[in-house]
């Protein structure tokens, strides 16, 4: 399956499970578990920051006009894609693993520890950013602190739970034709 088909039927599939599943599911108007924003971490190592970024608003605006919301997750989205590559280069060795694999993985990124870094990193920043831009304000220092970090931890588990299920076959890639 070419990569441009596949990325395509990612973003549908991480659009309608967010819409019709986990967007139904509020613990005490506290915790909103979100996986929607994987399509941008599984994005291809080789594409620039400014298809990410563009892709990144594509999908936000999709939830957006889903759930009605003037562009938080759009915002959300697109600081998410802006991060990821700095991001990207601090965690991953400088002999060019991503010359050597296509996306983001666990064996692409070398090991679980720099994987679940990057996953994490950019949720606590997705998160904090939506959770932010949806209260507008710091009134309440420590439920917009519960609310992000509950969040974050429930959409991190979802996301193993999504690698574990939905394992992603990478092969290595060498320079030889």
């Known amino acids: 399956m070419s990569s441009l088909v596949k990325n395509i039927l990612r973003?549908?599939?991480?659009?309608?499970?967010?819409?019709?599943?986990?967007?139904k599911i509020h613990l005490h108007q506290m915790?909103?578990?979100?996986?929607?924003?994987?399509?941008?971490?599984?994005?291809?190592?080789k594409m620039g920051r400014g298809q990410q970024m563009i892709l990144a608003f594509m999908l936000?605006?999709?939830?957006?006009s889903f759930r009605h919301h003037?562009?938080?997750?759009?915002?959300?989205?697109?600081?998410m894609a802006y991060v990821r590559?700095?991001?990207?280069?601090?965690?991953?060795?400088?002999?060019?693993?991503?010359?050597?694999?296509a996306e983001p993985s666990v064996k692409s990124m070398g090991g679980m520890l720099p994987y679940f870094i990057y996953v994490g990193l950019l949720t606590v920043i997705h998160h904090g950013w939506l959770f932010f831009l949806e209260a507008w304000q710091f009134g309440n220092i420590w439920y917009f602190f519960a609310k992000t970090?509950?969040?974050?931890?429930?959409?991190l588990l979802l996301i193993v739970i999504t690698e574990l299920l939905f394992i992603r076959k990478q092969r290595f890639r060498t320079n030889t034709v």
Not at 85 to 101: C, D, T, V, W
């Open 149 to 155: 970090v509950l969040s974050t931890a429930i959409s």
């Open 11 to 23: 973003f549908i599939l991480f659009i309608l499970v967010q819409v019709y599943v986990l967007d």
């Open 31 to 45: 915790v909103t578990p979100y996986v929607y924003y994987l399509f941008i971490l599984w994005l291809p190592f």
């Open 60 to 64: 936000g605006f999709t939830l957006d």
């Open 85 to 101: 590559p700095f991001l990207i280069n601090l965690l991953i060795p400088q002999e060019g693993s991503e010359a050597n694999y």
């Open 70 to 79: 003037p562009g938080f997750h759009t915002a959300a989205c697109v600081l």
